[in-house]
């Protein structure tokens, strides 16, 4: 953001060491994800354990970036601040992680029939 010439930024690790702790359960969901996802022993023996890793990591990231948004508004006083489209983009990959997970599950589902 910038005022009156003057630049500053913020990264996501800045952010979380202001903000509540439970941030910080997002990077450690998204690393039990890539590691069951990366063991083909659990996908292809435990379709339900990987797809309910991957449904609520991908639910829990997105309610929580979410409400990020919403406790630090679009705009707090004299300095505007816009999300950028790294934010939206990491949103919506929230969203997509969970629905390929339960697509992923229903497809494993029907196969085992």
């Given at each position: 953001?910038?005022?009156?010439?003057?630049?500053?930024?913020?990264?996501?690790?800045?952010?979380?060491?202001?903000?509540?702790?439970?941030?910080?359960?997002?990077?450690?969901?998204?690393?039990?994800?890539?590691?069951?996802?990366?063991?083909?022993?659990?996908?292809e023996?435990?379709?339900?354990?990987?797809?309910?890793?991957?449904?609520?990591?991908?639910?829990?990231?997105?309610?929580?970036?979410?409400?990020?948004?919403?406790?630090?508004?679009?705009?707090?006083g004299?300095?505007?601040?816009?999300?950028?489209?790294?934010?939206?983009?990491?949103f919506?990959?929230?969203?997509?992680?969970?629905?390929?997970?339960?697509?992923?599950?229903?497809?494993?589902?029907?196969?085992?029939?």
């Amino acid at each position: 953001m910038s005022c009156a010439g003057i630049k500053d930024s913020a990264s996501g690790l800045d952010l979380a060491r202001e903000t509540s702790p439970s941030l910080w359960i997002l990077p450690l969901m998204m690393l039990a994800i890539l590691g069951l996802g990366l063991i083909p022993f659990i996908w292809e023996r435990l379709p339900a354990l990987f797809a309910l890793t991957s449904i609520v990591g991908g639910g829990l990231s997105a309610y929580l970036m979410y409400r990020e948004r919403l406790r630090r508004g679009e705009s707090s006083g004299l300095v505007t601040a816009f999300w950028t489209i790294w934010f939206w983009l990491g949103f919506v990959a929230s969203f997509l992680l969970s629905a390929m997970a339960l697509s992923f599950y229903s497809n494993t589902n029907k196969d085992s029939r």
